[in-house]
């Protein structure tokens, strides 16, 4: 068996901060007509470390989109509170970026304008706009594609779009739903070793939502998982095979000795909320 490939965590920046990211007793109610409201998460209460990647695992309905646009600020906690390094979640800011489940663009701009309209909203001067814009273009493998309309793209090349977009302007914190999911295997796998080396390097801290089990123990750091109906932490799991250190390509995890263990403990997890509702 080979050793797995590691990249050490930015050895170098400050100690990071356990409760960068605080959810604090967060219940979300959704009202509906003609009947009691549906509480979708209840009493949710993790932190999430700088420059962690957390991912949110669970089955469908389990409140993982409902609970990072509350992390986004796009939503509000029926109970409880969000708190990023200190301040209350109230609303976007610039500090976080989102990449939603479905793809959103604008259709009247190219996909290098997508790409620049959070740095311009940002203030970025021409030059670092089109550089970075490129570059990250570059990167998600649409450089030829940076003339053209989101229309004229398949959704994975949209998708793609998204995640460029929300890279380009170094959140803080990167907020990603499902991000991955419109992609064939091969580019999901590529856009996962992507998103690794970039968020790695530039010190990002990352939520990201999904509901593929190796796509959780691949990327995160540490995994939260939801059960359904409503939503609680069922359990916090850290990937021990790796050792507190990223893999850095897609055979490396299931070369670690520990991958195969957790993984089948993560699928009677899903099996368990599959069969209980
Ligand atoms: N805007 C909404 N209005 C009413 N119910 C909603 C709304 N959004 C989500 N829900 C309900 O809340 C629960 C959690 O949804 P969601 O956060 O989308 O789950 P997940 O992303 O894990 O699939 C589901 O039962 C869903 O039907
Ligand atoms: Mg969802």
Redesign the pocket.
């Given at each position: 068996m080979t050793p797995p490939e590691i990249v050490e965590l930015a050895p170098s920046a400050p100690l990071p901060r356990a409760d960068f990211l605080q959810i604090k007793n967060v219940c979300k109610d959704?009202r509906?007509r003609g009947a009691p409201p549906?509480r979708?998460i209840d009493n949710v209460s993790f932190d999430v470390t700088e420059r962690e990647i957390c991912v949110l695992l669970?089955p469908?309905?389990?409140?993982?989109?409902?609970?990072l646009r509350m992390m986004a600020g796009l939503d509000r906690a029926s109970e409880g509170e969000l708190l990023l390094a200190d301040q209350r979640i109230t609303g976007p800011g610039r500090e976080r970026g989102m990449v939603f489940q479905s793809y959103t663009s604008f259709p009247w701009l190219t996909v290098r304008q997508n790409v620049e309209f959070g740095l311009r909203v940002n203030g970025e001067s021409l030059a670092i706009k089109e550089g970075t814009a490129d570059y990250f273009l570059n990167r998600v493998k649409l450089g030829a594609f940076a003339d053209v309309y989101p229309e004229q793209l398949s959704g994975g090349m949209r998708q793609r779009v998204a995640l460029a977009r929300a890279l380009a302007t170094y959140p803080r914190l990167l907020l990603m739903?499902e991000p991955f999911g419109a992609l064939d295997a091969e580019t999901r796998w590529q856009m996962q070793e992507l998103l690794l080396e970039v968020v790695t390097k530039e010190a990002m801290t990352v939520v990201l939502?999904t509901h593929d089990i190796d796509e959780a123990l691949f990327l995160g750091d540490r995994i939260v998982f939801?059960s359904?109906?409503p939503?609680r932490v069922k359990e916090i799991l850290t990937p021990e095979f790796k050792a507190g250190q990223r893999l850095t390509t897609k055979e490396a995890l299931s070369d670690s000795p520990g991958y195969h263990e957790m993984s089948k403990h993560v699928i009677r997890l899903m099996r368990e909320e599959g069969e209980t509702h």
């Open positions: 959704y509906r549906l979708a669970g469908s309905g389990c409140g993982k989109s409902t609970l739903d939502v939801l359904r109906h939503g």
